[in-house]
């Protein structure tokens, strides 16, 4: 055994161990949408006295702070994003409305002198902290108050109580902070007045409006007051109004107005559901790849298998061991880098293939072979899938951005599986006497049955070159005339609006839950049914109450039914997410036409990004047709197909690079002329050879993601078909483009770009 391979091993085996002990130890941090709980999206927003600065924002979260610890909830988690932004997650709340209201109120509490009542003037006046301002009285009554004479900031606490001698219900008890003599001199001020004026009342005001104007006790002396420091709020107050507003009091004013802009509820069967779905995918499509991998590569597929399940062990431990938090597309991330793990295996092993069958030098040169001449195509593929991770990460929100990290770490895993833990295991194989007496067993001693039927035909595919850029042309057409046509179905997260899903016990018919939501006030709510009794309702803007309505009409229609998600998204919120997607594809293209551009010539980076393109708009296109829904979840999938597309073209210009430097050189395969030399290939025939052999590679690969993402499609639920459903049509179209349009462009720009003698151009062969 050489130094290189126990260094290898060692790092292998040290890493796999470390590993295990944190995929045992550390409990993985679940996203609200696997665990249910309630997330919401506060902006800060500008008020005539207050600007909604950095500052503002961070003394608003703390107000913040304060009432989620008062609402009891279980492992709260609360931070800021960007400059005027606070999200707050929520746990096992299932109801959002208490919860949205409790955060999103002011909570800007004053205590005004009565002057009078105002019959003259409209009910339903604002007021002012002016003398003599307007305002309705609990009652519904105008009245006219004075300056405030108190705040909230200087109320000690608040507490909801119960008098149960007297009978007179809820009320909130409060102590002043050093605020006494202000507030004895307030009531003092009013028990000057007669028993029955309004003046002898005093007006608490909660956010501009007048929630009680109690008469101060005739017991009360003039000029005297009400000594001790504390007071009570009454109002015919329920329990829980009580609590809500002692509650808003002890945390405090918000220094700013606060507005959601984003809401999700997420029920926890949803969750357990999404997650039983994706771990019998991922068990299923593992053990089909494994099987496959197994069936095509023998011996080392088997010890491909085994690496795969290391790879797992290692990318879940770098979930954890990051911190990072596991979503439902993160879930689907993880599930699909399984498939996606298999393709540096495969790289490696027609490599060594190739250099076995060329050379017959052995087990181990065709191996070490196989990996020193795939480490550039894995090199280069993987990189590309990490641009399209980092961008979902970088310019994705919530749980697509938790898609990126998980497909980020197992873009790395994956070739830490590869080209360490692999390579172990292959060379301890190779290196047995029992195994280089049987080569064949290794799956590498043949070329296999894809590469034998190419050898045996030869196919010419690049005779034909324009005949296939004109195919992929009518198909992009095709496949974007659906945009014209039908239209985007853009998703709540890029228009705004608020979807609610419910789960019934018997499928719903649509007509009549569109008739309840009329009736309800919601004549323009879309409502999608299912045949296993979900129902899906779309409507605008929603507040939660309104929210309530639909939860009403669709229970009475549907004979009960549960709530399983609902999310809510501000007009502004949704304007900034598609913008936001915009930018994620401009700067995705952008950013692999810079990568391709300085590792291959200009003509294969604008191909690939050409078939990258081409590649998008199918996507984009076949789903406006199916009518699929274009949110944040197929932005994630979008931009891995990018990744993927480019996966594959580099794969194909990587080994025409290398084909064109043995042409210039006179490399070792190939004809030689009667000078010794070889003879110079023309680029459409080079191009040709790539594409044949990197096939068996495309074809495999393939097919190890297929199984994994087929899996998804069957058992991932409602929540990970469309998402499945995404990335099988882009595997297909960018297979087929990496072969039938990246390379031909290649040739057509190749030769504009390099004329034969003479001055014409020559044309694809």
Avoid at 711 to 717: D, M, R, V
Avoid at 750 to 757: K, S, V
Wanted: glycine share 10%; aromatic share 6%.
């Amino acid at each position: 055994m050489t130094r290189a391979i126990r260094v290898r091993a060692f790092f292998a085996l040290a890493v796999l161990a470390l590993s295990l002990y944190i995929t045992l130890t550390v409990p993985v941090r679940l996203g609200l949408d696997l665990r249910g709980g309630t997330q919401i999206v506060l902006e800060t927003r500008d008020s005539p006295t207050a600007r909604a600065d950095s500052e503002a924002t961070d003394r608003t979260l703390e107000v913040l702070r304060h009432r989620i610890d008062a609402l009891g909830v279980s492992e709260p988690t609360i931070a800021r994003s960007g400059d005027n932004r606070i999200i707050v997650e929520l746990p096992g709340v299932q109801d959002p409305r208490e919860a949205a209201d409790v955060l999103g109120r002011t909570a800007q509490l004053t205590f005004h002198p009565v002057l009078g009542t105002d019959p003259a003037t409209e009910t339903g006046a604002k007021s002012d902290t002016g003398s003599g301002a307007v305002d309705s009285d609990e009652s519904g009554r105008p009245v006219r108050l004075g300056p405030s004479a108190l705040t909230g900031a200087d109320v000690d606490s608040a507490e909801a109580r119960i008098d149960p001698q007297t009978g007179t219900g809820w009320f909130v008890g409060i102590e002043f902070k050093g605020a006494g003599d202000a507030w004895a001199e307030l009531t003092g001020k009013a028990a000057c007045h007669p028993a029955g004026d309004p003046a002898r009342r005093v007006a608490i005001v909660l956010d501009d409006k007048v929630i009680s104007s109690p008469q101060v006790d005739p017991s009360v002396a003039c000029r005297t007051g009400i000594a001790g420091g504390s007071t009570q709020i009454t109002g015919s107050f329920s329990r829980e109004e009580a609590r809500e507003l002692g509650l808003l009091i002890n945390g405090g004013a918000l220094p700013v107005p606060v507005e959601t802009v984003e809401q999700r509820t997420v029920g926890p069967t949803l969750g357990a559901t999404a997650i039983e779905a994706s771990a019998w995918a991922a068990v299923i499509g593992t053990a089909l790849t494994s099987l496959f991998i197994i069936a095509v590569y023998r011996l080392l597929g088997a010890l491909a298998a085994l690496a795969l399940a290391c790879y797992g062990v290692i990318s879940y431990a770098a979930l954890v061991a990051l911190g990072a938090t596991l979503t439902l597309p993160g879930l689907a991330g993880f599930v699909l880098a399984i498939g996606m793990a298999v393709d540096a295996n495969v790289l490696v092993f027609e490599r060594a293939r190739e250099e076995y069958a060329a050379r017959r030098k052995g087990l181990r040169p065709a191996l070490d072979a196989g990996f020193r001449n795939a480490f550039s195509a894995i090199a280069d593929s993987n990189i590309t899938t990490l641009i399209a991770a980092g961008l979902l990460f970088l310019l994705a929100s919530g749980p697509v951005r938790g898609f990126g990290v998980t497909l980020g770490i197992g873009v790395l895993a994956s070739m830490l599986s590869a080209l360490v833990i692999t390579r172990v295991l292959a060379d301890h194989a190779v290196a047995r006497r029992s195994v280089r007496r049987r080569p064949q067993l290794t799956g590498i001693a043949d070329t296999g049955r894809v590469r034998d039927w190419l050898t045996r035909r030869n196919p010419d595919l690049m005779r034909r070159g324009r005949t296939w850029l004109a195919a992929s042309a009518v198909a992009l057409v095709l496949a974007t005339s659906g945009i014209a046509v039908k239209g985007l179905n853009f998703g709540v997260e890029f228009t705004g609006g608020r979807l609610m899903e419910y789960a019934a016990s018997s499928p719903v018919d649509a007509d009549r839950a569109r008739a309840a939501l009329a009736g309800a006030g919601l004549p323009r709510a879309v409502v999608q049914t299912s045949g296993d009794g979900d129902l899906t309702v779309r409507t605008d803007q929603l507040t939660n109450a309104e929210a309530a309505k639909v939860d009403r009409a669709v229970g009475e229609v549907a004979g009960g039914a549960e709530k399983i998600r609902d999310e809510l998204i501000g007009p502004s919120l949704g304007d900034e997410l598609r913008r936001g997607a915009l930018i994620a594809l401009a700067t995705a293209l952008a950013a692999q036409l810079l990568y391709l551009a300085v590792r291959f010539r200009w003509a294969f980076g604008a191909s690939a990004v050409a078939a990258m393109v081409h590649d998008t708009l199918i996507l984009i296109g076949v789903f406006a047709w199916l009518g699929k829904p274009v949110d944040g979840v197929f932005l994630a999938a979008l931009l891995t197909v990018i990744g993927y597309s480019v996966n594959d073209s580099v794969v194909v210009f990587d080994r025409i690079r290398e084909l064109t430097a043995d042409n210039r050189t006179g490399g070792p395969d190939g004809p030689g002329g009667p000078d010794g030399r070889r003879k110079k290939v023309p680029f459409p025939v080079l191009a040709n050879t790539a594409i044949l052999q990197t096939l068996p590679r495309t074809v495999n690969t393939g097919m190890g993601a297929v199984f994994i993402l087929a899996a998804l499609t069957l058992l991932g639920g409602d929540s990970l078909t469309d998402f499945a459903l995404a990335l099988l049509i882009g595997i297909v179209v960018g297979t087929y483009s990496s072969m039938f349009t990246a390379a031909p462009l290649a040739i057509e720009l190749h030769a504009r770009n390099n004329p034969p003698p003479g001055g014409r151009k020559r044309g694809s062969r």
